[in-house]
């Protein structure tokens, strides 16, 4: 395929709010389940190993129109419940046997209570992931529910996995992690040969195939981003922070790039790269899963974190390690982790001397010309006074 033809192909996944892709794998496989997760993280080692297909599950973004949800949430929260909600209401996840709520915030863990009682056939589960110190026993504590998990998966699909079969799904995670790291790296290095819009929807088309289909289209597209070099351009190097759970729309990533920036490292769809490094496939699986949990420097509004300094210096280490010239703090209207930690990571930044803006946004917004100006003019007062 040219390159062209994948980023059709991956569009055409993004837009289709029907999961048509996971239909017909279901289709093709009969005997097999799928199961949704939403962001931030999910164990989808698991959900692989046990016979699902992991469904990302990230709203309907600006193309769908919200009327039930409404009814289901106040005004003063996130739009992401509101359109999960209304896909549900709207028949389009009625192929999910499972859906996994990550501890992400308060709304989505009421969510899933919400989507107990809206639909009691469906296995739900709410991921409460470790938020104390104590390296060992949290540890124990998220092995413990990952061993839970794993039994309640299994019951739903009718295949409890050996040691080996999980070992089988965890390198295949690594693998997909490793080429996820591959294209970020390419995109920090190259931005001008990997456009985020690019990646971002190769992405998010990931999130609705088998990782094994994800990572034969990823490797294509390197293949093809190697035939088809662009040209760099005078732009801005910058870093989109806050965007970790409802995703911006594309609309919103275009217009900051064509704005005369490259977005250099972000945020988005960070389950794909919460592990940082590959989970060892030697050693009891459950348990490498929870250690590589642990042991992992991913910093997150959603997680606890142990140095009080962490937040202060996060951004100036973030800026720093992909060249960045400043920072587009991007966030979601009404989202409480994001909104909580930007005060402080906004500070760190600015005792570092790295220039930030700062705007809002929901995923329905479908005027961008406001985030086009604010980016431009960040992008031009960087090179205009960003030596100074």
């Given at each position: 395929?040219?390159?062209?033809?994948?980023?059709?192909?991956?569009?055409?996944?993004?837009?289709?709010?029907?999961?048509?892709?996971?239909?017909?794998?279901?289709?093709?496989?009969?005997?097999?389940?799928?199961?949704?997760?939403?962001?931030?993280?999910?164990?989808?080692?698991?959900?692989?190993?046990?016979?699902?297909?992991?469904?990302?599950?990230?709203?309907?973004?600006?193309?769908?129109?919200?009327?039930?949800?409404?009814?289901?949430?106040?005004?003063?929260?996130?739009?992401?419940?509101?359109?999960?909600?209304?896909?549900?209401?709207?028949?389009?996840?009625?192929?999910?046997?499972?859906?996994?709520?990550?501890?992400?915030?308060?709304?989505?863990?009421?969510?899933?209570?919400?989507?107990?009682?809206?639909?009691?056939?469906?296995?739900?589960?709410?991921?409460?992931?470790?938020?104390?110190?104590?390296?060992?026993?949290?540890?124990?504590?998220?092995?413990?529910?990952?061993?839970?998990?794993?039994?309640?998966?299994?019951?739903?699909?009718?295949?409890?996995?050996?040691?080996?079969?999980?070992?089988?799904?965890?390198?295949?995670?690594?693998?997909?992690?490793?080429?996820?790291?591959?294209?970020?790296?390419?995109?920090?290095?190259?931005?001008?040969?990997?456009?985020?819009?690019?990646?971002?929807?190769?992405?998010?088309?990931?999130?609705?195939?088998p990782p094994e289909t994800f990572l034969a289209r990823a490797r294509q597209y390197l293949a093809a981003v190697e035939a088809d070099p662009k040209r760099p351009r005078d732009n801005s190097r910058v870093v989109i922070v806050g965007a970790f759970c409802e995703q911006p729309p594309l609309g919103l990533i275009k217009s900051?790039?064509?704005?005369?920036?490259?977005?250099?490292?972000?945020?988005?769809?960070?389950?794909?790269?919460?592990?940082?490094?590959?989970?060892?496939?030697?050693?009891?699986?459950?348990?490498?899963?929870?250690?590589?949990?642990?042991?992992?420097?991913?910093?997150?509004?959603?997680?606890?974190?142990?140095?009080?300094?962490?937040?202060?210096?996060?951004?100036?280490?973030?800026?720093?390690?992909?060249?960045?010239?400043?920072?587009?703090?991007?966030?979601?209207?009404?989202?409480?982790?994001?909104?909580?930690?930007?005060?402080?990571?906004?500070?760190?930044?600015?005792?570092?001397?790295?220039?930030?803006?700062?705007?809002?946004?929901?995923?329905?917004?479908?005027?961008?010309?406001?985030?086009?100006?604010?980016?431009?003019?960040?992008?031009?007062?960087?090179?205009?006074?960003?030596?100074?």
């Amino acid at each position: 395929m040219t390159r062209a033809e994948l980023v059709e192909w991956a569009r055409d996944i993004y837009d289709d709010l029907d999961f048509t892709v996971v239909r017909q794998w279901l289709a093709e496989h009969p005997t097999r389940k799928a199961a949704g997760y939403l962001p931030v993280y999910a164990p989808r080692e698991l959900l692989h190993a046990t016979g699902f297909l992991p469904v990302g599950v990230h709203g309907g973004g600006d193309r769908l129109e919200i009327i039930r949800g409404d009814a289901f949430y106040q005004s003063y929260i996130c739009h992401l419940p509101r359109s999960v909600i209304e896909l549900a209401q709207s028949g389009r996840l009625d192929m999910l046997s499972a859906v996994l709520f990550p501890s992400t915030c308060d709304v989505i863990r009421n969510l899933s209570g919400m989507w107990k009682l809206l639909y009691p056939d469906v296995y739900v589960r709410y991921i409460d992931v470790p938020q104390v110190p104590d390296p060992g026993a949290a540890a124990e504590f998220w092995a413990g529910e990952l061993n839970h998990l794993l039994d309640d998966l299994a019951g739903v699909s009718g295949h409890r996995p050996t040691d080996d079969e999980l070992r089988h799904s965890i390198a295949v995670y690594n693998e997909t992690r490793e080429m996820i790291r591959t294209l970020y790296a390419l995109r920090r290095e190259r931005p001008w040969d990997v456009p985020t819009e690019e990646l971002y929807l190769l992405l998010r088309a990931g999130e609705s195939i088998p990782p094994e289909t994800f990572l034969a289209r990823a490797r294509q597209y390197l293949a093809a981003v190697e035939a088809d070099p662009k040209r760099p351009r005078d732009n801005s190097r910058v870093v989109i922070v806050g965007a970790f759970c409802e995703q911006p729309p594309l609309g919103l990533i275009k217009s900051i790039e064509r704005a005369g920036c490259y977005i250099v490292d972000d945020d988005f769809l960070l389950g794909n790269r919460f592990l940082t490094h590959d989970v060892p496939a030697d050693a009891n699986p459950v348990r490498a899963l929870a250690d590589a949990f642990i042991r992992n420097d991913m910093a997150s509004s959603v997680l606890y974190e142990i140095d009080p300094m962490g937040k202060r210096n996060l951004m100036k280490n973030r800026v720093a390690a992909a060249s960045a010239d400043g920072i587009i703090f991007a966030t979601p209207s009404f989202c409480d982790p994001a909104l909580l930690d930007q005060p402080m990571l906004r500070a760190g930044a600015e005792t570092a001397g790295i220039p930030c803006i700062a705007f809002k946004y929901a995923e329905n917004t479908g005027q961008f010309q406001q985030f086009r100006e604010q980016a431009g003019t960040f992008a031009d007062s960087i090179k205009l006074w960003g030596a100074a």
